[in-house]
């Protein structure tokens, strides 16, 4: 499989957040902007939790999500922490997304089984300037299936 696929929809379903307009303009792969409203989805690495006798594979996709935010005053620091929250917990309902992998020239199908975000916490702050904007991470973890 290759992580591009993972990478994708793990991106298109954060994309979905009801609330990702009042927070970011996109998700850059591997980076975040410094300006203010920026997120970077970065890939940590894929493993496999279990494979059946058939082949079938439960996998599990590690991310980083770095944000940035205007956090000038205690107000937008507690917004900043808050959206988090709230994107940690919308991601946890989100299961049964299906995900499609090409393996040795063949579409294979599969379903998210579950996704876990936690620490979502400030990172980062750039050259000490809190005015730039403040960087924040949240640990991602995707579970999910591929069928062969």
Same mark, same amino acid.
């Given at each position: ?13 954060l994309?979905?957040?009801?609330? =990702?307009? @009042?927070?970011?303009?996109?998700i #850059?792969?591997d ?6 409203? /920026?997120?970077? &989805?970065? *890939? =940590?690495? @894929?493993?496999?939790?279990?494979? #059946?006798?058939?082949?079938n594979?439960?996998?599990?996709? /590690?991310?980083? &999500?770095? *944000? ?18 709230e ?13 499609t ?25 750039p050259?000490g300037n ?16 591929i069928?062969?």
């Amino acid at each position: 499989m290759t992580a591009i696929d993972i990478i994708e929809k793990t991106r298109e379903i954060l994309m979905q957040f009801p609330k =990702i307009n @009042d927070v970011c303009n996109e998700i #850059n792969v591997d980076f975040a902007d410094k300006e203010p409203t /920026s997120y970077g &989805l970065t *890939s =940590i690495g @894929d493993s496999l939790i279990k494979e #059946n006798i058939l082949g079938n594979q439960t996998r599990q996709h /590690s991310f980083m &999500l770095y *944000s940035t935010f205007s956090g000038i005053n205690d107000f937008e620091r507690m917004s900043n922490s808050t959206v988090l929250t709230e994107l940690s917990q919308w991601l946890s309902k989100r299961t049964g997304d299906e995900i499609t992998a090409l393996i040795d020239d063949e579409v294979r199908s599969g379903e998210i089984l579950k996704i876990t975000a936690v620490n979502g916490k400030l990172y980062e702050v750039p050259n000490g300037n809190i005015i730039v904007g403040l960087r924040y991470q949240l640990q991602i973890e995707v579970e999910y299936t591929i069928e062969f």
